[in-house]
Nanobody, 127 residues
Framework: QVQLVESGGGLVQAGGSLRLSCAFS????????MGWFRQFPGKEREFVAA????????YYADSVKGRFTISRDNAKNTAYLQIDSLKTEDSALYYC????????????????????WGQGTQVTVSL
């Protein structure tokens, strides 16, 4: 059974950066697509980014292109989300998610595309 544990969230000033981590265990990490979602208060989770099994193909929501970077280290069984030039509107609960699969462009933007989820890490951006 896949287990995902996010870390790296916190309180940061606008303009700063954060790197979120997602530790994966329970299966072969390199056989999974990894995704990041975020959830604003009172809203449903929204897709942020996804990365294929090898780490050479990524896919981003239009709203985060240019400031967010998804990556992975298969040797460490960890996926990352680098967030630069943070804005107050980036404040949300960030989740990582996993789905088995090794091919194609990871255009998996729906929650239903993923079979495993972490518990989330809170990002709060202040002025």
């Amino acid at each position: 059974q896949v287990q995902l544990v996010e870390s790296g969230g916190g309180l940061v000033q606008a303009g700063g950066s954060l790197r979120l981590s997602c530790a994966f265990s329970g299966r072969d990490f390199s056989a999974y697509v990894m995704g990041w979602f975020r959830q604003f208060p009172g809203k449903e989770r929204e897709f942020v980014a996804a990365i294929n099994w090898f780490g050479d193909t990524t896919y981003y929501a239009d709203s985060v292109k240019g400031r967010f970077t998804i990556s992975r280290d298969n040797a460490k069984n960890t996926a990352y989300l680098q967030i630069d030039s943070l804005k107050t509107e980036d404040s949300a609960l960030y989740y990582c998610a996993a789905r088995p699969g090794i091919g194609g462009t990871p255009q998996y933007v729906r929650e239903s595309h993923y079979s495993s989820w972490g518990q989330g890490t809170q990002v709060t951006v202040s002025l």
